[in-house]
C-alpha cells in the first residue's frame, strides 16, 4: 500500500526565514513525487514534480529514495507563500492514482 | 491550458435527493478523471477513478450505488450522490489527466461544497 506522511500540519515562519516542509513516504516500486499547493479559496495546483528536478517560487524539493523522503524547501519565505501544501505520491503500480498527505498548513508572518 | 471546471460549486439539498455534480475538462481531453472527497482541514481521499466509456474503478470503502460516476465522453465526468444524507456533506473535487501531456499530471477542478439539510 502506498502511503504519504507529512508530520507537520502547521509551520509558522517569519517573512525571510528558511522554511521545510517534511515528506516521507511508502512504496514499492519506483514513486512519482509532487508537491501541490492551495491558497486561499483557490483550487489545487501543482507546484513541482520530483522528475522535473525544477525550482518553481524559489520551493526545489529532492527525492531521498534512501529516506523514502521529499521534503520541500524554500530558503526565503514570502508571505504570499502562505498556503495549504499537499505531498502526493503516485506509480503506476497504483495506476497513476495520487495518494495525499494529511497536509501541511504554511503561514508567512510578516 | 489544461482548465478543469465544475458544476455547481456549491449545492446544498434536502436528505433523500440525489444531486449530480459535473466536471468537465475545458481545453484537452482527459481520457481518465479522478473524484476526491475532502473534509474540513483534512486530506483529498480518493474516492473513484473515472475512466471514459468504461465503468468507474472506487475505492475501497466507497459505495458504487451511492456514489454514481458516469464518464462519457473525453470531456466530462458526473458524480451523482443518490439518496443524500448529511454525513454526506463534504467538499468533492475533480482532477483529469491529459493524455497529451505524457507525463499523467493531474489538473484539478474547483470543487463542489455539497452541504445535505
Known amino acids: 500500500a502506498q502511503r504519504v506522511t507529512q508530520p507537520e500540519k502547521l509551520l509558522s515562519v517569519f517573512k525571510g526565514a528558511p522554511v521545510e516542509l517534511k515528506c516521507n513516504y511508502s512504496?514499492?516500486?519506483?514513486?512519482?513525487l509532487f508537491w501541490y499547493v492551495q491558497y486561499s479559496r483557490q483550487r489545487l495546483q501543482l507546484l513541482l514534480r520530483?522528475?522535473s528536478r525544477e525550482s518553481i517560487k524559489g520551493f526545489t524539493a529532492d527525492l531521498n529514495k534512501g529516506e523514502t523522503s521529499f521534503h520541500l524547501k524554500k530558503p526565503f519565505a514570502q508571505e504570499e507563500d502562505s498556503a495549504m501544501y499537499y505531498c502526493a505520491l503516485s506509480g503506476k503500480a497504483a495506476g497513476n492514482k495520487l495518494t495525499f498527505g494529511g497536509g501541511t498548513r504554511v503561514l508567512v508572518k510578516p | 491550458g489544461a482548465v478543469v471546471s465544475q458544476h455547481p460549486s456549491w449545492v446544498i439539498c434536502k436528505s433523500g435527493t440525489s444531486v449530480k455534480i459535473e466536471c468537465r475538462s475545458l481545453?484537452?481531453?482527459?481520457?481518465?478523471m479522478f473524484w476526491y472527497r475532502q473534509f474540513p482541514k483534512q486530506s483529498l481521499m480518493l474516492m473513484a477513478t473515472?475512466?471514459?466509456?468504461?465503468?468507474?474503478?472506487?475505492e475501497q470503502g466507497v459505495e458504487k450505488d451511492k456514489f454514481l460516476i458516469n464518464h462519457a465522453s473525453l470531456t466530462l465526468s458526473t458524480l451523482t450522490v443518490t439518496s443524500a444524507h448529511p454525513e454526506d456533506s463534504s467538499f468533492y473535487i475533480c482532477s483529469a489527466i491529459n493524455r497529451l501531456a505524457g507525463v499523467h499530471e493531474q489538473y484539478f477542478g474547483p470543487g463542489t461544497r455539497l452541504t445535505v439539510t
Open positions: 512504496y514499492s516500486g519506483s514513486p512519482e
Open positions: 520530483h522528475i
Open positions: 473515472s475512466n471514459e466509456g468504461s465503468k468507474a474503478t472506487y
Open positions: 481545453d484537452f481531453q482527459a481520457t481518465t
